[in-house]
């Protein structure tokens, strides 16, 4: 044990053989020849056995601090220490080429960037643990990860100029109050995203998984990310598009996040019917339709409800002055009985069977009714599924599709 104490005495008594300006040398390789030793001690030995450590750990969280390199930052300070130790040892003794004071400030500058270091490996994991979480989908957290870390590097570089040019912090902050438009220029993106964020944020404008549509830029797909200056939307043909995050405060878009939380999704879609086709009912169809349990019950309030009017007036109707039914208005009723019973159409919601206004291409039946599926696929064979049928049963009633003119007719 008395050995150990006498290694400074035998390294002082050795050093001494040699010249002043080889003395500095060798302490100065000294130092840096420890340093890179217990760096390397750390960065295999005592990681490896940390890595096992969380490997074995039943919690999540360690895990989640090695991925984004903590333990690996913290093995920094270790030569850092090293050196800082160094670095007073070594100011004691006069250079005839290097001020000794430099060495001292390059060690402090060199703390100052493995603490920064540190402090972001900490924000990546505050925003992949945020991230996983439900509040991250309100929450645009990639945003205010990212100033923080701006801040981090603005106050950190500072400090690092004090250190390196012994300058106070104040007088670099008053200095750069002259800076201000320029600083402003530079980093105005960065001011304008996060304000937007903040506003996206207080409003609930968008969220993480949102559907929204932005033809402007090309969107249509789901948010999987709100940075600090883009949001990044993935679109169904799986490419990528980045959209600033001022856009969505100052220009229009559509979110189709109510229809993914009520868990519907609206119906809204028109055939066209050819004109010539739409005709009075004869007495036989009427016998026909009124025997059909989904418009039993339409035939028998309309036979009545013109009845009634036809009784009422003493002077009789002429042909073109009476009620009558129509092939149209019963392919109407017959659709609005149709999608009431069918499983996947909700009850609750408005159920609509309208006649648009007639143009030189016929008139257009609009169907208007709600989904109880919103899933895309399901949706569309719901829908395909519908007017397979309207299409098919269409003769049954007179009526004919409009379509253009081929060469075959």
């Known amino acids: 044990m008395n050995f150990l104490f006498e290694i400074p005495q035998h390294l002082s008594k050795w050093l001494s053989s ?41 919690t999540h969280y360690d895990d989640a601090l090695y991925e984004v390199g903590f333990f690996q930052k913290l093995t920094l300070l270790v030569p850092v220490v090293i050196i800082q130790w160094g670095s007073e040892l070594i100011s004691k003794r006069e250079f005839e080429y290097l001020d000794a004071l430099w060495i001292g400030r390059l060690a402090e500058a060199y703390f100052i960037i493995v603490i920064i270091q540190i402090l972001f490996s900490l924000l990546n994991f505050t925003e992949q643990y945020v991230f996983e979480r439900k509040v991250s989908k309100s929450v645009p957290i990639r945003s205010f990860v990212q100033v923080l870390k701006i801040l981090i590097t603005l106050f950190g570089g500072i400090y690092l100029i004090s250190v390196l040019t012994q300058v106070q912090t104040l007088e670099i902050f008053t200095s750069l109050g002259a800076l201000t438009a320029i600083i402003l220029l530079i980093f105005k993106d960065s001011i304008l995203g996060f304000v937007a964020g903040i506003q996206i944020a207080m409003n609930d404008l968008v969220r993480r998984g949102d559907w929204i549509e932005m033809p402007k830029y090309g969107a249509d797909g789901d948010i999987i990310e709100v940075a600090l200056t883009t949001v990044k939307v993935r679109n169904f043909d799986k490419t990528i598009t980045s959209i600033p995050t001022v856009a969505l405060i100052n220009e229009g878009f ?7 939380s009520s868990g519907l999704r609206r119906i809204k879609r028109s055939l066209l019917i050819d004109l010539t086709s739409v005709r ?37 109707y002429t042909p073109l002055q009476k009620r009558a039914l129509t092939n149209l208005g019963t392919f109407r009723a017959y659709l609005v009985g149709y999608l009431s019973e069918l499983k996947d159409i909700d009850e609750t919601s408005t159920l609509l069977v309208r006649q648009k206004e007639a143009t030189s291409q016929g008139v257009g039946i609009e169907i208007y009714a709600f989904s109880k599926d919103n899933r895309w696929v399901e949706y569309e064979g719901l829908q395909s599924d519908i007017f397979d049928h309207i299409y098919a049963v269409l003769p049954e009633f007179g009526l004919k599709a409009f379509q253009s003119a081929t060469h075959w007719e």
């Open 254 to 260: 559509k979110n189709w996040r109510g229809m993914s």
């Open 280 to 316: 009075f009912l004869t007495t036989e169809e009427i016998e026909k339709f009124e025997k059909t349990p989904r418009l039993h019950a339409h035939f028998q309030s309309k036979i009545k409800e013109i009845g009634d009017q036809h009784a009422k007036s003493s002077n009789g």
């Open 18 to 58: 040699f010249d002043l300006w080889q003395q500095n040398s060798l302490l100065i390789l000294g130092v840096l020849g420890t340093a890179a030793f217990f760096y390397w001690l750390t960065s295999t030995i005592l990681l490896s056995q940390i890595k096992r450590a969380v490997d074995a750990s039943k």
